[in-house]
């Protein structure tokens, strides 16, 4: 009786440590909740990386990266996961599954060649994603990270405001994203992003890339965007009108019937 | 007017030569790989039709050839998230156009490629236009 009643604890404790965030139930805004957003950095509108520098960044880094130095430092990899990248490009596959319209999933998708919306409400920083129409959250309300998330292509995300910066602290990844192209990652990987405007209609955005298993030092990639307050964000749908793909052996092909 | 054509031209030189290179990956979703990316080949034909769609625009031209046989074009175009925000529209390219096109042909001489430039009548039409906003 007494060892069942222990039991009973000890899966209470577990419980509450998993779902400490799923249980985070955010209180509802205030009219001073709405006060302190709009003292906050002006993040609002759409923005796109520029050209320039022509790095290609962090993750899946299929989008220019701008204000990257032109020829960045890759990741730099244990034994275990240089072989893994080795093994990786001999298969030398021509394309990756985004031709088949699978969105690249953190950090690649914050390296697209398409523009980005951002929406500050209390508690909450939302990143509106034009390519693949894909959203990221980012809760700065408080909650803890999960200790142990579940694998998801953009993660589990919670952020602070530190000096008009925000750093966004995002962990739980699934498996078919990448630090960068061939690159894979471990269970652990974390990714911090450091967003701040430099000038009234610029922003950085720092992206350091921690993985015990797969890398042997923090990396870390910067991008610099610029604000089109003219642009709004437009719909990508992109099995619309897909024609590339590329199939399970890395063979792409275009499909060129009418 | 002659800065802005300049301006074209200059960024048309960019990303082609950035696409060269491979520096410059202005493709959101896929890889050069179906490309001939060492070829450039233009051709002329008649817009049968044009796609204003994603992921990626579409060009269809018929072309005839030496043999006299029509052939249909495929040419694959930037997104018209990108294009619609420099300067083109789904009105750019229209069926009936009489249109000459330069392309980076597919691999195994399948007839298409991918857009480098256009001209129809005294319109040149570039891969990446010019940003509106900062015209």
Known sequence: MRHAARLFAATLVVATNVHAQQNFVPKKPTEADWTAVAKLPDFTGVWEATFGGGGRGAGGGRGRAGGAPAFPAGPQLTPAYAEKRRANQAKGAEDSQAANCLPPGMPGIMGQPYPMEFLLTPGLVTIVIEAYSQVRHIYTDGRPLPDDPDQKFFGTSIGRWENGTLVAETVGFSPQTEIAPGTPHGDHMKIVERFTLTDPDTMTIETTVTDPEALTAPYTTTRTLRRHRAWSIAEYICEENNRNSVDANGKAGINIKK | ?135
């Open chain 2, 1 to 135: 007017m002659q800065i802005r054509r300049f301006r074209e031209l200059v960024i048309g030189s960019m990303v082609i030569g950035g696409l060269a290179m491979g520096s410059v990956q202005l493709s959101a979703h896929h890889s050069f790989a179906a490309f001939d990316m060492s070829k450039e080949q233009t051709i002329t034909g008649v817009v049968s039709r044009f796609d204003w769609t994603n992921p990626h625009t579409f060009i269809w031209v018929d072309v005839t050839n030496e043999k006299g046989v029509v052939e249909n074009w495929a040419i694959e175009g930037m997104s018209p998230n990108y294009l619609g925000r420099r300067g083109w529209s789904k009105n750019s390219v229209k069926p009936g156009d009489k249109i000459t096109v330069t392309v980076r042909p597919l691999k195994e001489g399948k007839t298409g490629g991918m857009f480098i430039r256009a001209q129809i009548g005294d319109r040149v039409l570039m891969p990446t236009g010019t940003p509106t906003d900062e015209r």
